[in-house]
């Protein structure tokens, strides 16, 4: 899974939940593109991750926007 990965660790079952519950609200490519960000300002956390998330949806922003570049 691409969030152990780049969290250099195992999840509990919580977070695991969490990043489901993610899935489920968001598109996974925006999920993913979400990861990517927080990677790059070194800010791997689910907190984060789901805020930048919430940032793009209250922006409008869609997937394509986001893999455009568009913030």
Known sequence: MEFQEEFGRTFSSAEMEKI???GEMYDEAMVLQALNEA???DKRSLQYI???LIAWKNKGLSVEDV???KR
Do not use: D, F, K, R
Request: glycine share 8%; proline share 0%; no cysteine.
């Open 50 to 52: 789901e805020n930048i």
């Open 39 to 41: 990677a790059v300002y």
């Open 20 to 22: 489901i519950s993610l």
């Open 67 to 69: 893999e455009n570049g």
